[in-house]
């Protein structure tokens, strides 16, 4: 079945740690996305890849990085700057940008 | 302003109600509408798209107003499994992004 796995489901990260979260799609989409959701809030966008080897910032890029080499994987990076890491994360992909998105299960990220 | 509005809910109805939720969005330049479900803890999920003239998906039907800047999503013949949030969300110009509204919470019990 094609689809988006994220994995893990749950993460914790000790305070100064990376941590990297997974994203792989077999759905031959061009666009992948990472998204943020915290509670009472709608999701915010992290980074965005149109195609392979190209990536742009979303509205919250900072304290996170990516890297877009393959076309079915987009990992994300929360790194030791991002001071507020708890939310749910999700990744995204579309045939091409803007069109509807389908989503991953999510990566629900916590601090220890 | 935000980019696309929503009112949070919860919206609470009885099975078998018909229930209403309008979405407003602040770009007259956005093209592509879309309505989302959202369950508790889940990852979203595509419902439907809006289309200019009015669209219907069994009991769901979605509505775009261009002169007034909102779309809206009605629910006939609620069932208790439509209880779920409800993402509006809008594609603007040549943006590659989607912005997503915060969502209107919907309730239903018997």
């Known amino acids: 079945d094609g689809g988006i796995t994220q994995s893990p489901k749950y993460l914790f990260r000790k305070e100064g740690q990376n941590v990297t979260l997974s994203c792989e799609q077999n759905l031959n989409h061009d666009a992948m996305y990472w998204y943020r959701q915290d509670p009472g809030q709608g999701l915010r966008l992290i980074y965005y890849?149109?195609?392979?080897?190209?990536?742009q910032k979303g509205d919250i890029a900072e304290g996170y990085s990516v890297s877009r080499e393959k076309k079915e994987s987009f990992p994300l990076t929360v790194t030791s700057a991002q001071k507020n890491p708890t939310a749910f994360y999700l990744c995204?992909?579309?045939?091409?940008?803007?069109?509807?998105?389908?989503f991953g299960d999510g990566t629900r990220l916590s601090i220890l | 302003r935000k980019e696309v509005e929503q009112d949070p809910g919860p919206f609470n109805v009885p099975e078998g109600a018909t229930v209403a939720f309008n979405c407003t969005y602040s770009n007259s330049a956005s093209q592509s509408f879309f309505w989302y479900r959202q369950d508790c803890r889940k990852e979203p999920k595509l419902l439907m798209s809006?289309?200019?003239s009015g669209n219907e998906d069994g009991r769901f039907t979605a509505q775009l107003n261009r002169a007034s800047q909102y779309i809206s999503l009605l629910i006939r013949d609620s069932k208790l499994s439509d209880s779920a949030t409800y993402l509006c969300v809008v594609k603007t110009g040549t943006a590659s992004k989607l912005t997503f509204g915060t969502g209107t919470r919907l309730q239903v019990t018997l």
């Open positions: 995204a992909s579309s045939m091409q940008p803007g069109l509807p998105q389908h």
């Open positions: 890849s149109q195609i392979v080897n190209d990536f």
């Open positions: 809006v289309y200019s």
